[in-house]
């Protein structure tokens, strides 16, 4: 990409973000409430997922948006703002793209998981209301 289009979108991005992210915390869905034993075991699920992510990024915030309407609690990794997140997702995932849902099964079998729509679909198949 050429460096003046470059520079323009993190111009934009610098000057949205903060409105992305107000708008965000104005309006963030409330989230099911179940029965203490019911939560934990979803807490107990949710310890091996991990979403990589972009604080200001509107798909990450449309599936953050699904993590918190579902009451789970799941490990954030800013992939933008850490270094470590970021070099953890490109060698794991292959690719820098956000969000990334990290699904590790209790054999350790690791599954990178990439597009709102599908991580939102996945979150809502396996964490749902029923």
């Known amino acids: 990409m050429k460096p003046i289009i470059r520079l323009f979108f ?9 409105f992305l992210l107000l708008g965000d915390w104005l309006t963030r869905p409330k989230g099911i409430v179940r ?3 019911a939560q934990q075991a979803i807490d107990a699920r949710t310890q091996n997922l991990a979403l990589y992510h972009f604080p200001t990024c509107p798909f990450c915030l449309k599936t953050r948006r699904t993590i918190q309407r579902l009451s789970l609690k799941i490990a954030l990794r800013d992939a933008k703002n850490d270094a470590a997140h970021r070099a953890a997702l490109i060698t794991g995932g292959g690719k820098p793209q956000v969000p990334c849902l990290l699904i590790t099964d209790a054999d350790g079998k690791q599954t990178w ?3 709102s729509d599908a991580i939102n ?3 809502n198949r396996e964490f749902g209301a029923a």
């Open 113 to 115: 998981l990439y597009e």
């Open 35 to 37: 029965p203490e034993a």
């Open 121 to 123: 679909a996945w979150l």
């Open 10 to 18: 993190r111009t934009l991005r610098a000057i949205l973000g903060p």
